[in-house]
């Protein structure tokens, strides 16, 4: 069992950052890959960006590409996704999750990850 927990949400201007982190409990991080979606008010919740076991692979939607970073620490259990150049269309709930399928280095369908963190919420005023 995992748990995630997601940190760094807030609120920012438009044009500016923030920085998310998620925090996975257990010794087996390194397991799993990790992807963050998000999930605006109204609307379904969405890919955003996963990265590999190792994080060498990433995968990110085209609405945040070049502009969100995905990284990993294995050594600290913890995935952090830096969201610069926001947008007020980035406001959202802000959820990581955890997969160990095999055989799917980076995973993009919500229904590929087996843990799920409670969400931060992130808000951008325009």
């Known amino acids: 069992q995992v748990q995630l927990v997601e940190s760094g949400g807030g609120l920012v201007q438009a044009g500016g950052s923030l920085r998310l982190s998620c925090a996975a409990s257990g010794r087996t991080f390194s397991n799993y890959a990790m992807g963050w979606f998000r999930q605006a008010p109204g609307k379904e919740r969405e890919f955003v960006v996963a990265i590999s076991r190792s994080g060498g692979s990433t995968y990110y939607a085209d609405s945040v590409k070049g502009r969100f970073t995905i990284s990993r620490d294995n050594a600290k259990n913890t995935v952090f996704l830096q969201m610069n150049s926001l947008k007020p269309e980035d406001t959202a709930v802000y959820y990581c999750?955890?997969?160990?399928?095999?055989?799917?280095?980076?995973?993009?369908?919500?229904?590929?990850?087996?843990?799920w963190g409670q969400g931060t919420q992130v808000t951008v005023s325009s």
């Open positions: 999750a955890g997969s160990r399928r095999p055989g799917i280095v980076v995973p993009t369908d919500g229904h590929n990850y087996d843990y």
